[in-house]
């Protein structure tokens, strides 16, 4: 086995916690586990969240919302007390069987998707549930204002088979403190739900709002006018008799943005890196100084030194901005706790490190890629992106729990409560 990651099931549960914590009381929190919940395993993490109470877990595609409902089936969980699964990036049209066979509930903004779950769902006795997207500017995905917006509600309200119960919109700059777009973006949202209203749709849930707008505690102030975004948010929800909720996926996984310099993260000192990704000294050389390391002898030996050969390179998503020249350093790995410097290039299978001064490094030893002492956020930094992209990216022989689960869990059913009509 080339590398593999260690999941920690208890700090994503303890991250979970945090993040309800900070959200506050009432205010449910939708797990985003897409995208293989962030290269952490979308199997893995959905029992381990859905045992923590998350009462809606958001996915890819359906392919992954399969996977997902598979993996709760398998962890023992009746269909009943599984959470919802939210279809966050829309359906492809080949997929709406598949969404209602799954019990999957699909966003939409479109009227050719509706029809074909409408379609879909005339199959089967019970209405498909389905989540309205609608853009408040960030022109990506959803019903913005305009000519199409009205037509498409009256395609919606003619789908028998349907039934709208959320509306949802996504933020362009949450972890920007008192950022103008966002207030123009919850006004908007507020101008939109109105109008959806007038349709004659009483949604269930109202979600906006991701790991950085749980964290922007000013996120729609202005400093003279403390209002949390979620107090916004629950008094929003309530003006159109709805349940408020939020969504978050970095925060799950012990992340957080930095944010913008008026605020200070809430969440970052309760959250605790999920993953740990390791590989194992594969060989060890000793070079004479002045030896060239790796392509294009970009890093020269100064003095005498001890390379270990890891199986690890760009492939796997070991980023190559991680590799070091003589005048510009790298990115590190560790050995036995000490930091041991990627040398020459990162190469597609291959990474050599300088484990000169770690006597303890021999073959067969653990070496830490990514983990406590090297994050996400360190690679992110020198490769120039986020750690977002810098955990999707990696690519691990295996994913495995380090704390399997030893007792018998007992499952609530996932409640909700009644929601008076508008
Ligand atoms: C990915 C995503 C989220 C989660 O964002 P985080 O910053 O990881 O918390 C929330 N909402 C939508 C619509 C998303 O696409």
Request: include cysteine.
């Amino acid at each position: 086995m080339n590398s593999w990651a260690e999941i920690s099931e208890q700090h994503l549960t303890a991250n979970y916690r945090a993040v309800l914590h900070i959200a506050g009381p009432d205010l449910p929190v939708l797990a985003v586990i897409k995208a293989n919940a962030y290269g952490h395993s979308a199997e893995l993490c959905a029992p381990l969240l859905a045992r923590a109470g998350a009462p809606w877990l958001g996915v890819t595609d359906a392919e992954e919302g399969v996977r997902v409902r598979n993996s709760l089936t398998t962890a023992g969980m009746p269909l009943t007390c599984q959470p919802e699964v939210l279809v966050m990036c829309g359906p492809a049209p080949e997929d709406a069987d598949a969404i209602v066979h799954h019990h999957l509930t699909p966003v939409v903004w479109d009227p050719a998707q509706m029809e074909e779950l409408n379609r879909a769902a005339s199959a089967t006795p019970a209405q498909l549930s389905v989540h309205l997207e609608v853009d408040t500017g960030m022109s990506r995905q959803g019903l913005a204002a305009g000519s199409a917006f009205n037509r498409t509600l009256e395609v919606l309200g003619k789908c028998r088979h349907l039934q709208l119960t959320g509306v949802l919109t996504h933020l362009a700059s949450a972890e920007v403190s008192g950022a103008a777009q966002t207030r123009e973006q919850l006004a908007e949202f507020s101008h939109l739900l109105t109008a959806v209203a007038r349709h004659r749709f009483r949604p269930r849930w109202l979600h906006v709002g991701n790991t950085s707008a749980i964290d922007n505690a000013k996120l729609t102030s202005e400093p003279s006018d403390p209002v949390t975004p979620m107090a916004w948010l629950r008094e929003f929800a309530d003006r159109f008799g709805a349940r408020p909720m939020l969504r978050s996926g970095l925060a799950l996984y012990g992340h957080a943005l930095p944010l913008d310099s008026l605020t200070d993260s809430r969440l970052h000192p309760h959250l605790h890196p999920v993953l740990t990704w390791k590989t194992r000294i594969r060989s060890l050389t000793d070079v004479p100084a002045g030896a060239a390391i790796g392509y294009n002898a970009t890093f020269r030996a100064a003095r005498p030194m001890r390379l270990a050969l890891i199986p690890v390179g760009y492939a796997d998503g070991l980023r190559r901005e991680l590799s070091a020249t003589n005048t510009r350093p790298g990115g590190w790995t560790l050995v036995h706790g000490q930091r041991a410097p990627i040398v020459g290039r990162v190469s597609m299978n291959l990474t050599t490190i300088d484990v000169t001064c770690i006597p303890e490094a021999r073959i067969g030893e653990e070496v830490t890629l990514l983990g406590p002492g090297i994050t996400a956020a360190d690679h992110a930094q020198i490769a120039g992106t986020i750690p977002y992209e810098i955990l999707c990216g990696i690519r691990p022989t295996v994913r495995r729990l380090v704390a399997p689960l030893t007792s018998e869990p007992t499952f609530a059913p996932v409640t909700t409560a009644p929601v008076p009509s508008i």
